[in-house]
């Protein structure tokens, strides 16, 4: 019995492999195959990760699986491995981890309802007003409906009386163990999420009643004409968009005319891609004028391209392991570069997996390859619709496919022999993900690479200091790209004291003067600007002069930031908004002011100033629907466009020709941030957004707004001096214990008040030192971010130089307290620390 035992993942946070029993008559499912599972009083997804993990124990008291979703592995093995590493070392488990690398619609779950019973309508019959009848009231169409819309519901009419009274499930409960109502759990999902559409097409028999004369109305020799004309046949929804009734085709299928049948349509992620493509990543030799050759196999690289492709050429597909750092200045074309590669690799029957950090970058990174390799290329990441990605997923796991190019999650993409592992701006903070599992995306190619025995490329003008220390050490090789294709110059960068701009025209300056005049030149001889804030909104916060108070969100501790446009002040981390208030509403003073600002602000300001010019707006608010950001990028990379404003969604990675100034406002905004990696973040910033300006024939240039003109972040960002940073950066970090010095896990733990947050951590703290171990356990103390979405946060930091260490320390602390385990969340090798 023992071999009809397996180990199950399920999308359940906190929660290890669970063993369950393979029913006769099901086969014993192989690993990556999709199970459905009982567990507790719901059915689950799981996806079968190996045999049971004891081979001599008693499978007595096992659940058996209820059903097997495929005939067939829908995860391939390979990909199943890296999930479960990931699990591991970023402490989530194994399902989260597993269910980071399904495609979209994979999982079938049960979905609780209720239902009213014939005593629950005598019950409601009697007039009583308490919450048993209010739920009642709700199920009296008779009608079974979703328990966690009831929820809804009654939370929003009760408010928190609903918690005061027990809460609605446990209400439920007892209605149905009173018999007022039924409680079910019909399975919600399908093992299958294809689209299918009905395909008619004409008979012989059809042609010949065409030809012959037979007796047709109007309408059934147009459809015979019309499907006569595409011996492929037709989908029913483009006969009908044809003036075709599908009761034509139903009455000429009757007659043996035509013949229906249904069949399997990919949704096509390139029709919705929104963007024509005219701005590419990185550069490539050419005119500089926007209009540059599709390089091909036949290109002249540069010398220092051609180096790099000869050191790296040979490991590309070969099946061996190895990590190089692409250290290319911005412009240098590392783009041509991966394709080169990509070609390498494809030409030994193995495939390429390109990461970029901004689903906005994609489709042009995507748009590159395809032309290079044609429809063989496929694109993931969470801005296409779930069908879209649904599809892609299965191109890729069927092997039609030899490049995929995609966000973060496609480092989990199902290729099956994959021989090299691109990631573009490998230093960009959107590669780690900030919720469970915790996954950096980069480091997960890196050993996506290490078990498949393929090359790793991470590309960077602007390394993150663990790739450049690894360099150092030996551990991945570095190549240098030191020049701009066509030996163009680096932009020329000033650097403007603001509080010399302050002094001379007052604290509410945004644009200092030249900056002002360096952009009214631009707009007079028809050239463009990119303007960088990486604030969002009008205003900072909005305060009171009379108390001293700002507008705060009620879930988090932040000030709310001011939107003009939509006359609302919104926190950026909850989503909680609300209108401008005429009155303080702390001491009900008349006198609100706006302090700081943000993109809106800086967007009003440049079409105030110059009222003809064309500007537009790239952050958050701007590009919510899907699609919105590829437009806007596409319009300003054809000219459509003067001054593009933006956050840091404009520093990365495009390449506008026509764009000869960069300007950066309020360059220090992340200096102050209580987060050790801010002097990097700035520095990367600068240079990458910096690297934007003069990527043409024209020369660029960059002027930097800052408080702050001598830190060294700044100062170097300014001169795109990497290695003069990374030794002044390793000195602060290695006086202060930091990574890359020592590895770092973060423990915060949430509760419903500040005190029970600080207690538990305080308690989570002693455990883990009690442990013992080379690692120093800092805290409990409030998290800089002290509460979040109506949570009290508090932080315990473990520091040390072995990882698995420091995790397994904080999992066996919370190993019985499985109430703390699911309020805790642990972040190995955290990249924000708020």
Not at 291 to 308: F, I, S, W
Not at 609 to 624: G, Y
Not at 679 to 692: D, H, K, S, W
Not at 779 to 790: D, E, F, I, V
Request: charged letters at 25%; glycine letters at 10%; one cysteine or more.
């Amino acid at each position: 019995m023992a071999d009809r035992v397996v180990s199950v993942a399920v999308p359940v946070p906190a929660l290890g492999a669970l063993s369950y029993l393979v029913p006769e008559p099901l086969a014993t499912p192989a690993v990556g195959t999709r199970v459905l599972v009982p567990l507790g009083s719901r059915v689950l997804t799981g996806c079968v990760i190996g045999p049971g993990p004891d081979p001599d124990a008693d499978p007595a008291g096992l659940k058996p699986l209820i059903d097997l979703l495929d005939t067939t592995p829908l995860l391939p093995a390979d990909v199943v491995r890296l999930a479960l590493w990931v699990g591991e070392y970023y402490a989530s488990g194994p399902g989260p981890a597993v269910a980071a690398a399904m495609p979209p619609k994979a999982w079938v779950v049960s979905e609780r309802h209720a239902q009213i019973t014939a005593a629950g309508r005598t019950a409601l019959s009697e007039p009583r007003d308490d919450a048993r009848s209010q739920v009642l009231a709700l199920l009296v169409d008779g009608v079974a409906h979703p328990v966690a819309r009831l929820a809804r519901t009654v939370a929003a009419g009760q408010g928190t009386q609903a918690k005061k009274q027990g809460g609605l499930y446990a209400r439920l409960t007892a209605m149905a163990r009173d018999g007022l109502i039924t409680l079910s759990q019909p399975l919600k999902g399908s093992a299958s999420a294809f689209r299918s559409v009905v395909v008619a097409r004409t008979t012989v028999h059809g042609l010949e009643m065409l030809e012959g004369g037979a007796t047709l109305g109007a309408r059934q020799v147009d459809a015979l004409r019309v499907l006569a004309g595409s011996p492929s046949g037709l989908a029913l929804t483009a006969l009908v968009r044809q003036g075709i009734s599908r009761d034509t085709v139903r009455r000429l299928a009757a007659r043996g005319a035509v013949t229906t049948t249904r069949e399997v349509v990919e949704r096509d992620p390139w029709s919705t891609s929104g963007q024509t493509l005219t701005h590419l990543a990185d550069n490539t030799p050419g005119r500089g004028d926007g209009t540059d050759p599709e390089p091909g196999p036949g290109l002249v690289l540069t010398p220092e391209q051609q180096r790099a492709v000869d050191s790296l050429g040979p490991d590309a597909g070969s099946g061996r392991f190895s990590v190089a750092l692409l250290h290319g200045v911005t412009g240098s074309g590392k783009t041509e570069i991966y394709l080169t590669l990509a070609r390498d690799t494809v030409a030994r029957d193995r495939q390429a997996l390109i990461l970029v950090p901004e689903i906005a970058l994609t489709p042009a990174v995507a748009t590159r390859f395809r032309r290079a390799f044609g429809d063989r290329v496929a694109v993931q990441h969470s801005g296409l619709s779930e069908g879209a990605r649904h599809d892609q997923w299965h191109r890729i796991r069927r092997g039609d496919v030899d490049v995929v190019v995609g966000t973060r999650s496609a480092v989990f993409a199902p290729l099956p022999s994959v021989g090299l592992i691109v990631v573009d701006e490998e230093h960009d903070a959107s590669y780690k993900q900030e919720e469970t599992p915790r996954y950096h995306g980069r480091d997960v190619a890196v050993m996506r690479a290490k078990q498949a025995g393929a090359l790793a490329v991470l590309g960077s003008a602007t390394p993150a200091l663990e790739t450049y220390r690894h360099t150092d050490a030996g551990r991945y090789r570095r190549i240098v790209l030191s020049e701009r294709v066509l030996r163009r110059p680096l932009p020329s960068v000033r650097i403007i004291d603001m509080r010399e701009e302050f002094a001379t025209h007052g604290p509410d300056v945004v644009l200092s003067a030249p900056l002002t005049e360096a952009l009214d030149d631009r707009l007079t001889r028809g050239e463009q600007a990119v303007v960088l804030l990486n604030r969002r909104g009008f205003a900072a916060s909005v305060f009171c002069r009379q108390c001293a108070r700002s507008l705060e969100c009620p879930n988090c501790s932040v000030s709310l930031t001011f939107h003009r446009r939509a006359n609302r002040a919104r926190c950026h981390y909850c989503g909680y908004s609300r209108t401008r208030p005429e009155r303080c509403p702390v001491c009900s003073g008349a006198y609100l002011e706006q302090v700081g600002f943000g993109t809106e602000r800086v967007e009003a300001e440049i079409t105030e100033r110059w009222p003809h010019a064309r500007v537009a707006r790239l952050d958050r608010d701007t590009v919510r629907r899907q699609g919105a950001a590829a437009r806007v990028l596409d319009r300003f990379g054809a000219g459509g466009m003067d001054v593009l404003v933006g956050t840091q969604m404009v520093a990365k990675g495009h390449d506008f020709p026509r764009v000869t100034l960069v300007g950066v406002i309020s360059a220090d905004v992340g200096l102050g941030l209580a987060d050790f990696r801010a002097g990097e973040r700035t520095f990367q910033l600068l240079t990458q957004v910096a690297g934007r300006a003069g990527r043409g024939t024209l020369p660029g240039e960059a002027i930097v707004q800052t408080l702050y003109p001598n830190h060294y972040s700044i100062r170097h960002a300014c001169r795109q001096a990497y290695e003069p940073f990374f030794a002044d950066e390793m000195e602060y970090r290695t006086a202060m214990h930091y990574p890359p010095e020592v590895a770092l896990v973060s423990a915060v733990v949430r509760a419903s008040s500040f005190n029970q947050a600080m207690q538990e951590a305080a308690e989570l703290a002693t455990a883990a030192r009690a442990r013992g171990g080379r690692f120093t356990v800092l805290g409990p103390a409030s998290a800089p971010l002290g509460r979040l979405r109506g949570q009290y946060r508090a932080q315990v930091l473990l520091k040390g130089p072995q990882r698995g260490e420091m995790r397994r320390a904080l999992l066996a602390a919370l190993e019985d307290r499985s109430d703390l385990k699911r309020r805790v969340i642990i972040d190995v090798d955290p990249l924000s620390m708020l």
